[in-house]
């Protein structure tokens, strides 16, 4: 089984739509991150929590929000989906434990906005 | 400024042949990490390696090889005798230690190896 699952993997949605994305792991790590990737523009941070308590803005958080309901899930919520949100969305996670801070990437979801 | 720049937009070379890819980097910090993942065509991030600012030895994977320069602020990855299953873009990416554990990556390089 994977280590980061990410639900859906394809969604298409209309604008105005309310949607969500989530993530679950089974690394037992701390630390999670929700990315956006666009063509030509690599992977911008949207959110990322260092624990459940602890939820931060990363580079593009506007249209989107977070929560945290555990320590292995993290979930994106787009309130009201626009056309510029269509990207692929990737959830990454991380361990402060071991001191690495290498961040493991899920499979991506692939959100479309009509 | 934090910024990684990868020039290399798109490579396109013929199997067995050597490749070199790109990564510049820009940060303040004194302790950082550098990293190169691959996106295969089926999407997935895949890491690669991961390496420390104080650590400037070159490092070799099988084909794969790593030259970090930090007087240059370079990180290229090169690929040796390239194979079809190569393919892929590769992204390079810097975590400054203590910006609160933001990966910045470059736009990445699509490697396209022809049989």
Redesign the interface.
């Known amino acids: 089984d994977a280590d980061v699952t990410q639900t859906p993997r394809n969604r298409i949605t209309k604008t105005g739509k309310r949607i969500m994305l989530e993530c679950s792991q089974t690394k037992g790590h701390d630390r999670m991150y929700w990315y956006r990737q666009d063509p030509g523009l690599g992977l911008r941070l949207i959110y990322y929590s260092f624990d459940v308590k602890d939820i931060n803005k990363g580079e593009i958080s506007d249209g989107y929000s977070v929560s945290r309901q555990a320590q292995a899930k993290f979930s994106l919520s787009l309130e009201s989906a626009i056309p510029n949100q269509t990207a692929l969305y990737f959830c990454a996670t991380s361990d402060t434990g071991t001191g690495e801070d290498t961040q493991y990437f899920g499979p991506g979801t692939r959100l479309t906005v009509l | 400024a934090q910024k990684?720049t990868q020039a290399q937009?798109e490579i396109s070379v013929v199997e067995k042949e050597d490749v070199t890819l790109d990564c510049v980097y820009e940060t303040r910090d004194t302790t950082y990490?550098l990293?190169w993942?691959k996106q295969p065509p089926s999407?997935?991030?895949v890491?690669l390696i991961?390496r420390n600012s104080f650590d400037e030895q070159n490092e070799i994977s099988g084909r794969y090889s790593w030259n970090f320069q930090k007087s240059t602020s370079s990180f290229n990855f090169t690929i040796t005798a390239s194979q079809v299953v190569d393919s892929a873009v590769y992204?390079c990416a810097l975590?400054p230690?203590n910006q609160?554990?933001?990966?910045i990556?470059?736009?990445?390089t699509e490697l396209s190896v022809k049989p």
Do not use: D, N
């Not at chain 2, 609160?100 to 990966?103: A, D, E, T």
């Not at chain 2, 990556?105 to 990445?108: A, K, L, N, R, T």
């Open positions: 990684v937009t990490y990293f993942y999407g997935e991030l890491f991961r992204f975590y230690y609160g554990g933001k990966l990556f470059g736009q990445g």
